[in-house]
């Protein structure tokens, strides 16, 4: 069975720091695209960050210059780290990971459990 572990949220003071961690295990095959996701209330599921097997990693506007991507796609690790964070940042935030064809169809695709960031004073 596939797990994907999230860790590191919590509560944090606006214009603090965070580091989101996720580990994969159980019988994962095969992934190129690792990324991060967040959901506030009231609001739809947006990507925050993904990267690409040997690509550049890829931002949400609204985190770039704050938020960096970092990970290891055979370790199946993937990590996010949030800087001058704002309450607008408050949400859930799910780790991902799949497998895309040339076609850009999805083969594989898996989430974690979710971990929740708030940011308040």
């Known amino acids: ?13 606006p214009g603090g720091s965070k580091r989101l961690s996720c580990a994969a295990s159980g019988s994962i095959v095969n992934i ?3 990324g991060w996701y967040r959901q506030a209330p009231r609001r739809q599921r947006e990507l925050v960050a993904t990267f690409t097997s040997g690509g550049s990693p890829d931002y ?9 991507i970092s990970g290891d ?7 996010l780290q949030m800087n001058s964070l704002k309450p607008e940042d408050t ?4 780790c991902n990971m799949r497998l895309i064809n040339n076609d850009g169809a999805i ?3 898996y989430w974690g459990q979710g971990t ?3 940011v308040s004073s």
């Open 32 to 34: 190129n695209v690792m």
């Open 60 to 68: 949400a506007g609204s985190v770039k210059g704050r938020f960096t």
């Open 1 to 13: 069975q596939v797990q994907l572990v999230e860790s590191g949220g919590g509560l944090v003071q």
């Open 107 to 109: 083969l594989n695709d």
């Open 73 to 79: 796609h055979a370790k199946k690790l993937v990590n």
């Open 91 to 94: 949400a859930v935030y799910y």
């Open 116 to 118: 929740q960031v708030t």
